[in-house]
């Protein structure tokens, strides 16, 4: 069974960081393409960060562009969003998402940027 599993949300200061993991069993996440969404509060789901499969080529949003590193460590299977610069419009839930030969979702981690 496929599964995608968050972690490492939470609240922080705005100039803040933090590292959202995404934990993946039943594929590996060098034969996926590997992406970060997130959506805030009253708005639609965006995408923040993507790494391709075979390249490891990475694309981003403007808004989180020279702030937010995606990357992926293939030994322990994870997907890493490493966030810096925090800023209260960084305020989501974010979500991890994998392409194969199937799409899955991930359950979601709460990212709140507030003084």
């Known amino acids: 069974q496929v599964q995608l599993v968050e972690s490492g949300g939470g609240l922080v200061q705005p100039g803040g960081s933090l590292r959202l993991s995404c934990a993946a069993s039943?594929?590996?996440?060098?034969?996926?393409?590997m992406r970060w969404y997130r959506q805030p509060p009253g708005k639609q789901r965006e995408l923040v960060a993507a790494i391709a499969r075979a390249t490891s080529a990475t694309t981003y949003a403007d808004s989180v562009e020279g702030r937010f590193t995606i990357s992926r460590d293939n030994a322990k299977n994870t997907v890493y969003l490493q966030m810096n610069s925090l800023q209260p419009d960084d305020t989501a839930v974010y979500y991890c998402?994998?392409?194969?030969?199937?799409?899955?979702w991930g359950q979601g981690t709460q990212v709140t940027v507030s003084s």
């Open positions: 039943g594929f590996s996440v060098s034969n996926a393409v």
């Open positions: 998402h994998a392409i194969a030969t199937f799409a899955i």
